[in-house]
């Protein structure tokens, strides 16, 4: 898999269409500091890590009714074309309705919490 960024972000997308529950990724630590931000900002309810030779990432995700809480999703900086940003050039997403995910030196912040403190990084998803 060249991506599993994308790949964990396009499972999301998936389940949410299909009214499921849960969605079920590979496991990697940026993933679920990924899972972390998406829980904090309010788009899942929780996650878990569950096995012990292969760890997975089950995601509980939130719905309004038969409305997914997370409208869109969209991958930013890609394997074939990274995307850097200063702290002052992280974009608003949605006009601040939504949310940046930046990978900083202090791990994976939003990007309000980026711009706070003062921090750049690779910009790895929009969330809505």
């Not at 899972?35 to 878990?48: M, N, P, T, W």
């Not at 969209?74 to 990274?82: A, F, Y």
């Amino acid at each position: 898999m060249t991506d599993p960024i994308s790949d964990m972000l396009t499972r999301i997308r998936n389940a949410h269409r299909a009214l499921r529950p849960e969605a079920e990724v590979p496991h990697s630590k940026l993933k679920e500091h990924i899972a972390r931000v998406l829980q904090k900002e309010g788009y899942i309810a929780s996650f878990v890590v569950e096995g012990k030779a292969f760890k997975t990432l089950k995601l509980k995700l939130k719905y309004e009714g038969k409305r997914g809480v997370i409208e869109g999703l969209r991958r930013v900086s890609k394997p074939g074309l990274r995307r850097y940003v200063g702290a002052t050039e992280i974009p608003r997403v949605r006009g601040g309705l939504g949310t940046a995910i930046v990978s900083t030196s202090q791990g994976v912040l939003t990007g309000v919490e980026a711009r706070k403190k003062n921090l750049g990084g690779e910009l790895l998803a929009f969330v809505w």
